[in-house]
């Protein structure tokens, strides 16, 4: 099945550093990836749609100079949080639509980068 | 904003008992979804019933949908102590918009 990988699992960084975030589609390409938060014991939030050679559309509320994305290839997608703040600590997941499937609901999620922020 | 609203928000339930979650959601959808979560880790894509569909079956998973009540449940049959996890619904107004989720619904499957 569909793989999405996700680099580093886990990161702690200190107050005002830039953290980047790989999200990788292993075996199928992806014109689409989406990147999400999700805050302990709550759901998982949109924060940008992250299009292959354009780009990203980010979601009310998420500020682009501080989460950038960049998606320079079909199989990557990194986000950066950028002078990270204890506030940005969270579960960052991404997840990416299978460009070969006629199936192009179904998204395939990443395991996750748990982010703290010190 | 959030679209679908499970419930109950936690359920706990001895294994081969079986758990059905409800998922409602408030405009048109094209399809929904069901995800399941384990702790720390990430999402799991378990099944998808399109609009046009009432039931859908896969394993021990049965899904129904009214688009009537803007609604769908997701049952476990014989459930086990694997499946304790969180439990997402999420739908996509179009074919090819992105998901939006509900709050979620924690599982607890005694052994």
């Known amino acids: 099945g569909a793989v999405v990988s996700q680099h580093p699992s886990r990161v702690i960084c200190k107050s005002g550093t830039s953290v980047k975030i790989e999200c990788r589609s292993l075996d199928f390409q992806a014109t689409t990836m989406f990147w999400y938060r999700q805050f302990p014991k709550q759901s998982l939030m949109l924060m940008a749609t992250s299009n292959e050679g354009s780009k990203a559309t980010y979601e009310q509320g998420v500020e682009k100079d501080k989460f950038l994305i960049n998606h320079a290839s079909l199989t990557l997608s990194t986000l950066t949080v950028t002078s990270a703040h204890p506030e940005d600590s969270s579960f960052y997941i991404c997840s990416a639509r299978d460009l070969g499937q006629g199936a192009l609901e179904t998204q395939y999620f990443g395991p996750g980068t748990r982010l703290l922020v010190l | 904003s959030q679209q679908g609203e499970e419930d109950p928000q936690a359920l706990s339930i001895q294994e081969g008992e079986n758990a059905t979650m409800n998922c409602s959601y408030k405009t048109s959808i094209n399809n929904l979804q069901w995800y399941r979560q384990n702790s720390g880790r990430g999402l799991v894509h378990l099944i998808l019933?399109?609009?046009?569909?009432r039931e859908k079956h896969s394993g021990r998973l049965r899904v129904t949908l009214d688009t009537s009540k803007k609604s769908s449940s997701l049952l476990i049959t014989a459930s086990r102590a694997a499946d304790t996890a969180s439990y997402f619904c999420a739908t996509t107004p179009g074919a090819n918009s992105k998901l939006t989720f509900g709050k979620g619904i924690t599982l607890s499957v005694r052994p």
């Open positions: 019933i399109r609009s046009n569909e």
